[in-house]
Each structure stands twice: as C-alpha cells, then as structure tokens.
C-alpha cells in the first residue's frame, strides 16, 4: 500500500491594511514612475550618444594627422566618462542589494525593496524600510531574519587600563565578526 502523500501547508500570509495598501501602492507608483523617467532619459542619453559617436565618425573621415589624434582623445574620453557613470549606476545598486541582504530581506522582495528604497541614504533608508515593512524582511513561515545572519553577538569586553578604549575594542570585535568597520583613527 503505497504512502500517503503530505503537502507542506502554505507559508504564513502577511497582511497590511488598507492605509498600509495604499500607502504601499503610492510609494511603488512613485517608485515605478521615477524608474521609468530614469529609463527614458537613459534611452535618450544612449540615443544622443549614438548619434554624436555617429557624427564623430563623420567628422573623423574628413580630419587628417593631428586634428584626428584630438578628435579620437575627446571621443575615448567621452566613451570612458559614459562608461564611469555605468559603472557609478552599477555600484550603488550593488550596494543597496548588500544592506538589504545584510538587513535580513528576504531574497523574494529584494527587487520590490529596492523600488521602495530609491536612491536615498542607505544607512538611514534601509532601517526606515525595516521598520516601516517588516514583513519584506522575514523567512517563509513569517519569523523575523536576524541581522546578521549566522554571526553571534561578541561578548562585552573587559575594561582596560593598557590604553585600548571601549570604541577600539568595539570595533575590533566588529572586524572580526566580518563587518567593515571605517578606520576612525586620527
């Protein structure tokens, strides 16, 4: 007789009210509206440039000797400041996917918070989004992820009289649990 087969019972559903739909729904329409003014005038910009490279090129067929050399080094160079900003565009949202996760988001609403964060502060947006919208920072069954996952809290130091202050033993423990920590050292 073959065993009967168990389904797993459905995650825990997370519900808000009415004033927190809406006020979710305007924050991602707002969100959403500035994502795609970003995307027109990337567009745009992705047009424009293509067009002046186009022209560029023109102009480069009718240049000779130095006049082309110069006329090469101003498009490198403006090929390169566009390729900075790419990269400038790539690193923040890196760095806002890393607090999310660092913050405990759940890996199926990190697109969602990133549309909620925008392009503010990320050390005063993202707690200011965990505490507004927990319910994008739990697990499947409706718990809270910790902080910092799979690290424990370091044990308060001892005083010291060897001239080692609590903020350096602080950061120290901090460093050791993996965290960056910036060098405040004078």
């Not at 995650?11 to 003014?37: L, M, Y």
């Not at 067929?61 to 006049?67: D, P």
């Not at 990190?110 to 697990?139: Q, Y």
């Not at 033993?169 to 965290?179: D, H, V």
């Amino acid at each position: 007789m073959p065993e009967p087969v168990i389904e797993p019972e459905p995650p825990a559903k997370v519900e808000f009210t009415a004033e927190q739909h809406a006020e979710i729904n305007r924050i991602v329409q707002a969100r959403t509206a500035e994502e795609a003014r970003k995307a027109a005038a990337a567009k745009q910009t992705e047009i424009d440039t293509y067009l002046a490279d186009e022209k560029t090129k023109q102009d480069l067929a009718q240049l000779e000797g130095i006049e082309k050399a110069n006329a090469e080094a101003v498009a490198a160079a403006k090929r390169a400041e566009a390729a900075e900003a790419r990269a400038a565009k790539l690193e923040a949202d890196t760095a806002a996917k890393d607090a999310l996760i660092v913050a405990g988001a759940n890996p199926k609403t990190i697109k969602d918070a990133l549309l909620l964060l925008g392009d503010g502060n990320l050390d005063t947006t993202v707690p200011a989004l965990v505490e507004r919208l927990p319910a994008l920072f739990t697990t499947d069954d409706g718990a809270p992820k910790p902080l910092t996952p799979g690290i424990t809290p370091p044990k308060a130091p001892k005083p010291s009289s060897g001239g080692t202050s609590m903020a350096e033993l602080g950061q120290e423990a901090l460093r050791s649990a993996g965290i960056r920590v910036p060098n405040t050292a004078a």
